[in-house]
């Protein structure tokens, strides 16, 4: 029995922490906060993360990437989180995930090697943000099933679409089955428009992706299941940001709340505090432990991975929107400025609280897998 | 990370399941069961079938052998505590004695005091329960105020205890009584080990919430316990209390997340059975999330005692979780029971022989969750705890 991360997990984690303490900090974050029409990435830092082969964290060794698990992805992100990290990290982990699941040898050939260089980033468009969880492509429409195709539609909130050499797009078929599938995108091809769409959560950048009679190659491997599970690893990593969001905003809330003196003594000390604070430790443990075993479950192909994909991302969902309240809250006046970083982790929360899958979709999806199966 | 357990782990498993299988009577595995009997009937017929699970060598699971324990890893201990719970076996009578004194006594009892105090206990020949809190000292046990003066031989107790669990059919208490002068609360006191049966001691019922009588008041009136009937030094029973409560560290909360989701599934039963608004409850959006929700918080509760296990097996510092573990298994056992009110609707009221037995069962759960978050140290003190020992927060 070992349910917890190991030596070398917890080594990856602390040199995730450390790249991101020296070479993203808060003042760093700001700059791109600041700065909405810039590309959203610190200069210098992606080519940083690219370096240690993070993106690449999915990527087998053949192809240069560390050939790690999704375990190990949700950690770096979950560090990613806790930083309110800038860049498409995320996004090329699961566009890189699509090509080496789905992609044939030669699509993986092509972008695999750079994307574990770091040349090469990939945003995913799987999931359309009202969208059902379980109706990836659900807004794109793809002519044609063989190599190429046409894709026409429209699916907004891309992270980093801006950015990407390839956007692997979820789209259904033009036909009766109507089958979902996956499509390998180049954003300068005829009939695309990409439009970048400010957001609250100004730590990540995104952009509306419009199709008219796209040409884009199939990744021939993404059928249904391969989607699905592409949107059940994609889950898992959000709701590893948030884990890690809800973390940091509760150690930050922590800091303050022991040098800030009101009445005489540090206000960490009034129970009205504690106790609140204390409950949000023991959700944010639950999280966090659920945060884990999703990951796990999806990379031992469990049984009950399908559930714990929906545990982890409602009850992250809940906590970060909880702990980045309460991070406002205990800051006081100060915590309502512009100037203060509660804003980063509070907007953060709420995008991805809402990104694939909010916690009463993920509800109602545990209770259609626990109760509708009558044994 | 690897959830599974290892080869002999799960050969003791299937040995406690087989025996479980021969000895646990089909009627006690329905759900219910146990609320519907008389309270001393059922207590007696506990108590023998917990002394046939220790002769069989299924009690002491992580005990050393020199006790008469089974030598077991901590994950055969949770491996015990889930089985057991999945089994439908009744809850243990002696929870005290295993759980606080037991080890308590192996660290720092006496030689006579192991030999005369384990082997007893593990057999269930004597039932002990805590003597701890006063009307004057719950939270505050500190607080307490029953004093034993030395004369000759002996203390001589005067003093009243309250909320004793299994005060009714306990044969000894550990109980903290002020012996010695002390200027600060904390110092003076002894941890004695009292025979109920003797002079001088009272003991009644009170009745719960619930109209059980499960626990009760002791009154001492100059009862005598001899002085080798102390635990630890004489005038550190602060210390000792203190050790004591510490065996709840890295206990695994596996045994309540089996119960409860067996409970969990009494009640979508009921959902399915149940009319809410022209159809089954169970078809209701909103009880939908609330039964998911349930599923969340049982499946971290699941989590989270593997990882505690985890850390036990692996030697680490538990430090002060253990009240994080509590806070998250009682609230959650208390949102298992209003869930339960909502699926019945205002049938969650009836009560008496004509309530079916899975509903019976539920409405009892419902009852005594209510007590969990203030025995063992309140929700309140808990998170005091918790906030001060691991958020870091000033006192």
Redesign the interface.
């Known amino acids: 029995m070992e349910f917890a991360l190991d030596e070398e997990q917890l080594g990856l984690q602390s040199a995730v922490r450390d790249l991101i303490a020296a070479h993203s900090p808060l003042d760093v974050v700001r700059t791109v906060v600041d700065s909405p029409q810039s590309d959203g990435v610190p200069a210098g830092l992606w080519a940083r993360i690219a370096d240690q082969g993070w993106p690449a964290v999915l990527i087998p060794q053949e192809y240069g990437g560390l050939g790690l698990g999704l375990l190990e992805a949700a950690v770096i992100t979950r560090c990613l989180g806790a930083g309110v990290v800038p860049g498409p990290v995320a996004a090329s982990m699961i566009g890189g995930e699509a090509i080496r699941r789905a992609g044939s040898a030669e699509q993986q050939a092509t972008w695999l090697p750079g994307l574990a260089e770091g040349r090469i980033r990939l945003a995913v468009a799987l999931l359309r943000p009202s969208a059902a969880w379980d109706r990836p492509g659900d807004s794109v429409k793809a002519a044609g099933q063989t190599a190429e195709g046409k894709l026409t539609g429209e699916i907004g909130q891309v992270e980093y679409a801006h950015l990407a050499d390839r956007i692997v797009v979820a789209a259904e078929a033009d036909d009766a089955t109507a089958e979902v599938g996956l499509w390998l995108v180049d954003p300068a091809s005829t009939g695309v428009t990409s439009t970048r769409t400010p957001t609250l959560d100004a730590t990540t950048r995104t952009s509306t992706l419009t199709l008219t009679g796209v040409e884009a190659e199939r990744l021939p491997g993404g059928d249904p299941a391969t989607v699905a599970d592409l949107v059940s690893r994609a889950t898992v990593l959000a709701a590893n940001d948030l884990v890690g969001i809800a973390r940091a905003a509760l150690t930050r809330t922590v800091d303050y709340l022991r040098t800030r003196e009101q009445f005489g003594k540090p206000i960490g000390s009034f129970q009205a505090l504690k106790h609140q604070l204390a409950d949000l430790l023991v959700g944010l443990t639950m999280a966090e432990h659920a945060g884990w075993y999703a990951a796990h479950a999806l990379d031992a192909q469990l049984p009950d991975a399908a559930l714990a994909v929906s545990v982890a991302k409602a009850k992250a969902s809940d906590v970060a929107r909880l702990a980045t309240a309460r991070m406002i809250q205990y800051h006081g006046g100060i915590g309502y400025t512009w100037e203060h970083e509660t804003h980063f982790f509070f907007k953060r929360a709420r995008r991805l609280e809402q990104t694939y899958g909010d916690a009463v979709q993920h509800r109602a999806r545990i209770a259609a897998l626990t109760l509708d199966r009558v044994p | ?6 080869e002999a ?1 799960e050969q003791f498993r299937a040995e406690l399941r087989a025996w479980l299988a021969d000895s646990v009577p089909p009627q006690w595995r329905t759900f219910g069961y146990w609320s519907r009997q008389d309270p001393d009937q059922s207590f007696d017929r506990r108590r023998d079938w917990e002394a046939a699970k220790a002769a069989a060598g299924f009690s002491g699971i992580d005990w050393p052998t020199e006790f008469g324990g089974r030598g077991g890893t901590p ?1 055969q201990k949770a491996i015990h505590d889930e089985e057991l719970a999945r089994a439908g076996a009744p809850l243990t009578v002696n929870t005290l004695g295993l759980t606080f004194l037991a080890p308590t006594v192996m660290a720092i009892g006496t030689e006579a005091q192991k030999r005369e105090i384990i082997g007893p206990l593990l057999r269930n020949e004597v039932i002990w329960c805590q003597g701890f809190s006063e009307p004057d000292a719950g939270s505050d046990l500190a607080a307490v105020r029953t004093r034993g003066v030395r004369d000759g031989d002996h203390y001589v107790v005067n003093g009243q205890k309250i909320w004793t669990s299994n005060a009714l059919h306990a044969d000894r208490m550990f109980a903290l009584v002020r012996t010695h002068p002390g200027e600060r609360k904390h110092q003076g006191l002894s941890m004695l080990l009292i025979d109920l049966h003797s002079p001088g001691i009272e003991v009644r019922p009170l009745r719960q919430l619930s109209g059980s009588l499960d626990f009760g008041e002791v009154f001492f009136t100059d009862a005598r316990v001899p002085v080798d009937s102390v635990l630890g030094p004489p005038g550190e029973g602060w210390k000792v209390a203190m050790l004591l409560l510490s065996f709840e560290r890295g206990s695994s909360a596996i045994g309540q997340y089996t119960a409860f989701r067996r409970e969990l599934d009494e009640v ?1 039963s009921l959902a399915r059975r149940t009319e809410r608004g022209g159809r089954p409850a ?1 078809e209701d ?1 909103s009880i ?2 609330r ?3 349930l ?3 049982l ?3 699941r ?2 005692s ?2 505690v ?3 036990v ?2 030697g680490r510092e538990l430090g002060a979780t253990s009240s ?1 573990t509590k ?2 298994w009682s ?1 959650t056992h208390q949102d298992l029971g209003d869930l339960f009110t909502e699926v019945a609707g205002a049938d969650h009221q009836l009560t008496g022989d004509d309530v079916d037995a899975a509903r019976y069962g539920l409405q009892r759960a419902f009852l005594w969750s209510r007590s969990e978050t203030i025995w063992g140290g309140s929700s ?1 003190v ?3 705890i ?3 020992q ?6």
């Open positions: 990370m690897d959830l599974t357990y290892s782990d994950a979508i169970i959006p939908r999330q039964i998911a929700q599923h969340i918080e499946e971290s509760l989590l989270h593997l990882h296990l985890t850390q097996e692996q994080l806070l998250q609230q309140e808990q998170r005091n918790v906030a001060e691991l958020l870091g927060l000033p006192r």
